[in-house]
C-alpha cells in the first residue's frame, strides 16, 4: 500500500453531498442572517470551495458541521466585501445555537415529523408539494399543470401547509409527557 501525497486528494461524490446536505445549509445561512438569493449563492460558492480543495467525506455529522464552517466563512467574506462588520462572537454563538438544535435535536424530530406528515400526503396536495417547494414551479406553472385557477393553487398550497401544520401538532401532543 502506498501513501497519497499531500496534492492528490480522494475522490468523494460532490453531487450526494450536495443532495444530502444543500437544504440544511441554505437553511443555516438564512438563520445567519444571509438573504434567500444571498444563501442560494453562498450555498453554491461552499459546494464549490469544497469540491476544489481536498475534502474527505466522513459521518453525516461532521460533514455538516465542516460544510457549516466553510458557509459561515463564505458568509464572512461577503460581508467584507460589502464593508459590513459581522461578529465572529456572535456567529460562533449561532452556531453553537443551530448544532445543538439540529444534530439530533428539536430541529431534527420537527424535520422527521414534517417528513411523516409530508408522506402522507397524496393526489394534489402532494404533487403541488413537490413541484412548488422542491421543483420550484411557479403558481402560474403549477396552475396549468393541475388544470386549476392560480387562486385555486394559492388555496390549495394554504390548505395543504394547513394540514401538515395540524399532523405535526397532533404528532407533537402524542410525544409530549402528560403532566
Known sequence: MTAVSACER???DLASVVREHQ???WRYLRYLGATAED????????????????FEQRSRHETAAYL??????QLLMLRRRQGRQVSTVEL???????????????????????SRCYEALSGRAREAVDRFYREGDS??????????????????????R??????????????????
Open 39 to 54: 444563501a442560494d449563492d453562498l450555498a453554491q460558492e461552499t459546494f464549490l470551495a469544497v469540491a476544489r480543495t481536498p
Open 23 to 25: 437544504a440544511d445549509l
Open 162 to 179: 394547513t394540514v401538515l401544520r395540524e399532523c405535526m401538532e397532533r404528532r407533537v401532543r402524542m410525544k409530549a409527557p402528560v403532566e
Open 92 to 114: 460562533a454563538a449561532a452556531e453553537q445555537v443551530w448544532a445543538e438544535a439540529t444534530d439530533g435535536g428539536p430541529v431534527s424530530e420537527l424535520l422527521e415529523l414534517l
Open 139 to 160: 403558481r402560474e406553472q403549477l396552475a396549468a399543470r393541475l388544470e386549476i385557477s392560480v387562486d385555486g393553487v394559492k388555496t390549495l398550497l394554504r390548505r395543504t
Open 68 to 73: 457549516r464552517t466553510a458557509a459561515r466563512n
Open 10 to 12: 480522494v475522490e468523494f
